[in-house]
């Protein structure tokens, strides 16, 4: 006899990152950023290292002062967490479990998928039209057992963006008993204007989600932060642990959030390089969703074309991701990452193309 693990979570798979066959290899695979964080995180950082004998403040007092202040948001919302797939982890356990449907979208980001697997919650998908989020999909798609509608804004794998206006429509129409969670691991990356999403945190039916993984370059810090209402965050805190976020992630943190210079420097120049590989491939007949994240979903004529591309960028040093776990299987999503080896990739699926290696 041995030790069992709960029948739900032997009948699951493990959350799958990008295979990267040897760290060595560029990698383009998991939209980290193609720059390191603000010399000031940095600096922040290594200070901090020295206070690592003491416990981290477990209410990010100071982050959360620095994310009020600069993203014009209720202090009183904010909760931070270690990245933001533990709040979306936390936000599942809670209010979520056997019986109970998480409903998403076709190619939402799939670790929501497994937060709710976890817990032996229901995983419902609604469909995307053109790669991108349809709240009347969502709508026709919701049942009585729908407790929490996720919607990833702009959406990752597809890199799309809907308008603020949709999600608007989206809460209005949800009943009240469902819990709306947005995600905006990606929103310094779209110049909409946030505060009418931000707002919607305040009725006590909406979590919108942030993460400093993306345009902060903190992917290795483990930050996120949300917006929750005072008994929605009662409920997370409990789910939480307490000291979640290190003392070292927390000063990087700050220093991060204050440098908006930095930050805004950094999406602006990874915009740039998306947008010449976007036109460039675009020009040599790739087809390419418009994009407003650090990455770029690419599509090939078929699964077959993606194995050829795939096997030739990791012959080159070039990790890209697969999407089989997505069903896109005629699909790869590549991540911005430095001009020089965007170049060298762009070259290499330029060149395929012109030769119809496939
Ligand atoms: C849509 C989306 N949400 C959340 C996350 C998780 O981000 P974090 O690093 O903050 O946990 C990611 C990471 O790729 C993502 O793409």
């Known amino acids: 006899m041995t030790p069992k693990a709960n029948a739900h979570i032997e009948a699951m798979s493990a959350f799958a990152l990008a295979n990267f066959g040897g760290y060595d290899q560029a990698t383009l695979a998991q939209n980290e950023s193609a720059f390191p964080p603000s010399p000031q995180a940095i600096e922040a950082g290594r200070d901090a ?133 947005i995600d905006q691991a990606y929103g310094e990356f779209d110049d909409q204007d946030p505060e009418p999403v931000f707002a919607l945190a305040g009725r006590g039916d909406t979590i919108v989600l942030r993460s400093l993984s993306k345009a902060y370059g903190l992917a290795g810090a483990r930050v996120g932060w949300g917006l929750f209402s005072p008994r929605i965050a009662a409920e997370l805190r409990k789910m939480q642990n307490s000291n979640q976020v290190s003392t070292v992630s927390l000063a990087m943190a700050l220093a991060a959030v204050e440098d908006q210079a930095y930050m805004r420097a950094t999406v602006a120049r990874t915009a740039e390089i998306r947008d010449r590989f976007v036109r460039d491939l675009r020009a040599a007949g790739y087809a390419v969703p418009e994009s407003r994240t650090n990455f770029v979903l690419v599509r090939f004529p078929d699964a077959a074309a993606v194995e050829t591309a795939d096997k030739t960028l990791r012959g080159a040093g070039i990790v890209v991701r697969g999407l089989n776990g997505y069903g896109l299987t005629d699909c790869l999503r590549v991540t911005i990452g430095p001009q020089e080896i965007m170049g060298r990739t762009l070259q290499i699926l330029t060149s395929m193309r012109g030769r119809r290696c496939w």
């Open 49 to 181: 290292v020295a206070r690592s004998h003491l416990y981290p403040d477990p209410d990010w007092t100071l982050l959360k002062d620095a994310i009020a202040l600069i993203y014009r948001v209720e202090r009183g919302l904010i909760l931070c967490g270690a990245g933001s797939m533990d709040l979306i982890a936390c936000t599942i356990a809670a209010f979520a479990g056997p019986g109970d449907e998480v409903l998403g979208t076709a190619y939402a980001y799939n670790f929501i998928a497994s937060a709710a697997a976890r817990v032996g919650a229901t995983y419902v998908k609604a469909p995307e039209r053109d790669f991108t989020v349809s709240i009347d999909a969502i709508l026709a798609t919701l049942t009585p057992a729908t407790r929490i509608v996720f919607v990833c804004n702009p959406g990752n794998p597809t890199g799309t963006l809907i308008r603020n206006a949709e999600l608007l429509r989206l809460r209005a129409a949800l009943p009240g008993n469902v819990l709306l969670v």
